[in-house]
C-alpha cells in the first residue's frame, strides 16, 4: 500500500486547513498522527470500516474531522481553529484492522506533510 499526503501549509492560528492522504489500495483503518521536534508520533484521528465509525483524540476533538471517500482512495483531514500547539508534521497511516490508535498498529506510513501555525 502506497501513502501520498499533502495539503499541509503555513496558516495563522484560526485558521482551517485540510489535509489529504491518496492511498493505492483499501485499507480497513485509515487515520492521521502528527510528531513536533523532540516529540512522540502522537494519533489524531481515526476511521474505520465501510461505516466509517471515528475517534479522536482529547486535543483535537471538535476542531479536526476526519473523512474518507472509498471510491477515490482518498482519506481527509479537515483542521479549523489551527492552534500553535497543532504545528507538526502529519503523517497519513493505514491499518489493517479496526482500532488502530497507536503508531505500533501502523501497517503503512505516508511521508508526511507539514503545517505551521503562527501567531
Known amino acids: 500500500v502506497h501513502l501520498v499526503d499533502s495539503g499541509g501549509g503555513s496558516v495563522q492560528a484560526g485558521g482551517s486547513l485540510r489535509l489529504s492522504c491518496a492511498s493505492s489500495?483499501?485499507?480497513?483503518?485509515m487515520g492521521w498522527f502528527r510528531q513536533s521536534p523532540g516529540q512522540e508520533r502522537e494519533g489524531v484521528a481515526f476511521?474505520?470500516?465501510?461505516?466509517?465509525?471515528?475517534y479522536y483524540a482529547d486535543s483535537v476533538e471538535g476542531r479536526f474531522t476526519i473523512s474518507r471517500d472509498n471510491a477515490k482512495r482518498t482519506l481527509y483531514l479537515q483542521i479549523n481553529s489551527l492552534k500553535l500547539e497543532d504545528t507538526a508534521m502529519y503523517y497519513c497511516?493505514?491499518?489493517?484492522?479496526?482500532?488502530?490508535?497507536?503508531?505500533?498498529?501502523?501497517?503503512?506510513w505516508g511521508q508526511g506533510t507539514q503545517v505551521t501555525v503562527s501567531s
Open positions: 497511516a493505514a491499518g489493517l484492522e479496526y482500532g488502530m490508535r497507536n503508531a505500533t498498529d501502523v501497517a503503512y
Open positions: 476511521i474505520y470500516g465501510s461505516v466509517h465509525t471515528t
Open positions: 489500495e483499501y485499507t480497513y483503518s
